[in-house]
């Protein structure tokens, strides 16, 4: 059962990379454009921000389960209690924030803004905080999902 949400969890990361590098690049180019048409923008921050909380519904249930504390590897149980697991939280609040602060401004360029700066962070600290197998030992853990 677990391995199950394992996996979601692992696949989800690429709709979550994915829709949070769409949303950024066409925000910031909407911003340094000037454009006026938010257009299907706000849909799209939408979808991303769902997709972030459906990540977190996953991870909380994985770090309940605490099937990361038995890793023996140096450094791994720590790096999702310490790093991955409240980093992320923060990464999500971030993404919920570049959604609703966007949907709230009124000027075009203001949700433009915010959508840049809020989903930009986001993304940045997801990327960081993802344990790639190419990081640390995460390799021997994970390999290439
Ligand atoms: C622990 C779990 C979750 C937490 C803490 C959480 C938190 C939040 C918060 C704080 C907002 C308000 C954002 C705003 O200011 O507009 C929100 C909105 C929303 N969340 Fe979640 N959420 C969770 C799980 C989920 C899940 C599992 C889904 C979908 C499968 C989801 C879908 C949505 C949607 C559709 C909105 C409304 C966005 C809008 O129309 O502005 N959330 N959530
Ligand atoms: C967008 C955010 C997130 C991404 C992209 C992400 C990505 C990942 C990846 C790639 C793994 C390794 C799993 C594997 O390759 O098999 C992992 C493991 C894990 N994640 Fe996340 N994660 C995110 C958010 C979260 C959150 C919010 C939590 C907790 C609330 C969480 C808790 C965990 C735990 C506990 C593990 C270790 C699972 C185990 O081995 O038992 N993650 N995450």
Do not use: C
Not at 10 to 33: H, M, P, Q, Y
Request: charged share 15%; glycine share 8%; no cysteine.
């Amino acid at each position: 059962m677990i391995t199950g949400f394992l996996h979601l969890h692992s696949a989800l990361r690429w709709v979550v990379l994915a829709l949070l590098l769409v949303t950024f690049i066409k925000a910031a180019i909407g911003l340094s454009n000037k454009s006026t048409d938010f257009g299907s923008q706000g849909k799209l921050g939408l979808f991303t921000m769902i997709a972030l909380h459906i990540q977190l519904i996953i991870g909380l249930v994985l770090f309940f389960d605490g099937h990361w504390s038995e890793y023996t590897l140096d450094g791994v149980t720590r790096f999702f209690m310490m790093e991955h697991t409240p980093m992320m939280i923060i990464a999500i609040v971030l993404g919920t924030l570049g959604h609703s602060l966007s949907k709230r401004a009124t000027e075009v360029r203001a949700k433009f803004k915010k959508q840049t700066i809020f989903f930009g962070l986001s993304l940045l600290l997801i990327f960081a905080m993802i344990p790639w197998p190419f990081m640390r030992n995460f390799g021997e853990i994970f390999g290439w999902i």
